[in-house]
């Protein structure tokens, strides 16, 4: 399924990467930042969402990257040029993410950051919608979210435009060992 989904995901203009391990993942992920020039300044600052992702790893260690945020508020959201958060979901026949995004800091970094960095385990791709729907409770998911590549509008004189209503770029990171089966 990660196959249909990436084409999918790609013909939506998202950039979609595969990593066996959450150590190779990070790697990649601190690497693309430094050459996407992050730093400690506004719009050039990263801010990193909670998540499962960040379990066993030395955030410590993070925080001390120049422009490597933890704490999401609103202001930091709304300065930030990345944002990194975890999706609980991904559809493969339409290239969607799927987010529980109940809590306010996962909808902050997804949809105010002008490159949003999505991590997602592997173990998590769904066929389709009902495959999702039936996994769903609505009292544990009361706000769900869902990306299908960046942001884009077509309602300006029928012009298509990029990043109007959110990110501009969506940069999709597949972790196997993440597990799934949320």
């Known amino acids: 399924m990660y196959e249909q989904f990436k084409a999918r995901a790609v013909g939506v203009s998202a950039e979609v990467f595969r990593f066996v391990t959450k150590s190779a993942a990070l790697s990649w992920l601190l690497a693309f930042l430094q050459k996407e020039g992050l730093a400690d300044t506004p719009q050039t600052s990263a801010l990193w969402a909670e998540s499962s992702f960040l379990d066993g790893l030395d955030v410590d260690a993070l925080k001390m990257i120049a422009g490597l945020k933890f704490e999401v508020t609103r202001e930091l959201a709304a300065e930030a040029r990345f ?100």
């Open 83 to 182: 944002g990194i958060s975890q999706m609980d979901w991904a559809l493969a026949d339409t290239g969607s993410l799927v987010q529980n995004s109940t809590a306010m800091e996962q909808r902050l970094v997804s949809s105010l950051s002008t490159i949003h960095i999505a991590l997602v385990p592997t173990a998590a791709i769904l066929p389709d919608m009902p495959s999702l729907l039936s996994r769903m409770n609505p009292k544990e998911n009361p706000y769900i979210a869902m990306i299908t590549g960046p942001s884009r509008t077509a309602d300006i004189e029928r012009v298509l435009t990029i990043g109007v209503h959110g990110p501009e770029r969506l940069v999709i990171v597949f972790v196997d060992e993440l597990g799934g089966g949320f």
